[in-house]
């Protein structure tokens, strides 16, 4: 079970994934010339990505309404974000792929 002073270390966690998050859909196309270092960047991404939805999982699972078997109220009240992180994911991982790939070659 949280503790209140452990919801302050998963929201520093959901944070910093998110943070880093931004950071590289800034940043990504300044490393355009090494694209073995943005398809790190882009793996890390989207392990982080997973693990905050991940996150985000286990603290619905953790509360009372979960356990005293309330799931539909429970997924009625979390749809628009549980749906907003199931899209995002793929999302991102088709963009990744998409910035990756289908990029023009660039010869030196």
Do not use: K
């Not at 959901?14 to 950071?23: H, K, N, P, R, V």
């Not at 990505?49 to 603290?59: D, E, P, S, T, Y």
């Amino acid at each position: 079970m949280l503790q209140t002073s452990n919801y302050s270390l998963v929201l520093l966690v959901q944070l910093s994934l998110l943070g880093y998050d931004l950071f590289v859909n800034t940043f990504s196309e300044l490393l355009r010339a090494a694209p073995v270092i943005q398809l790190v960047l882009f793996v890390v991404q989207d392990i982080g990505i997973l693990f905050n939805v991940i996150i985000v999982l286990l603290m619905l699972f953790n509360t009372f309404v979960f356990q005293v078997g309330l799931l539909s109220l429970l997924l009625q009240r979390c749809y628009p974000l549980l749906l907003s992180a199931a899209l995002y994911l793929p999302l991102s991982i088709a963009l990744h792929c998409w910035i990756l790939v289908l990029r023009p070659c660039e010869r030196v």
